[in-house]
């Protein structure tokens, strides 16, 4: 397979990823930020992305914000059409958008090649629920450790 690195700007890269979703594809994207820390992390995990019929809480899902801004963030909550997003490595911060700005869902984290979570298997999804659900202590102080130690 013939691959090669491509840095475009967030909206003109995430609009075509859309655009690419919309018509059946797969897309495999490369992350950047901390925000998905510690399940994503930034600038050395990919991200493969479809576009599923429906949406459920736990999903990590390729956003449009209102604000005209992309987030790869987690579903917290879904109420009717409105949805509550929340990146897991943000201790209070939210976004809100509706069912027709989700883009893609992420299925699978990658790191190079080789699959590092398979978002749609039981034992991820455990893992996701158990570190949403933690108390805010533990997930900041775990967060804390892991942004100095970049073992993790």
């Known amino acids: ?10 909206s003109v890269m ?7 979703l919309d018509e059946g594809h797969s897309v495999v994207i490369m992350t ?13 995990d990919s991200v493969r992305l479809l576009r599923r019929p429906s949406v459920e809480v736990g999903d990590i899902v ?5 604000t005209k801004r992309y987030v790869l963030h987690r579903v917290l909550a879904l109420d009717g059409d409105n949805v509550t997003l929340k990146g897991d490595g943000n201790l209070d911060a ?4 509706t069912l027709g700005d989700i883009r893609g869902t992420v299925e699978a984290i990658l790191c190079g090649d080789r699959i590092r ?7 991820f999804k455990r893992a996701s629920r158990l570190w949403v659900s ?8 775990f967060l804390g450790i892991y942004r100095r130690v970049k073992f993790l």
């Not at 013939?2 to 475009?8: A, E, F, G």
């Not at 939210?94 to 958008?97: A, L, M, Q, R, Y």
Request: hydrophobic share 35%; with cysteine; aromatic share 6%.
């Open 1 to 10: 397979m013939n691959t090669r690195k491509v840095i475009l700007p967030n």
């Open 14 to 20: 995430l609009g075509e990823v859309s655009r690419l």
């Open 32 to 44: 950047k930020g901390s925000s998905m820390s510690p399940f994503i992390r930034g600038e050395r």
């Open 62 to 66: 390729l956003s449009l914000l209102p």
């Open 94 to 97: 939210t976004e809100s958008c």
């Open 117 to 123: 979570f398979d978002c749609t298997k039981a034992g």
């Open 134 to 141: 933690a108390p805010r202590i533990v997930r900041r102080y």
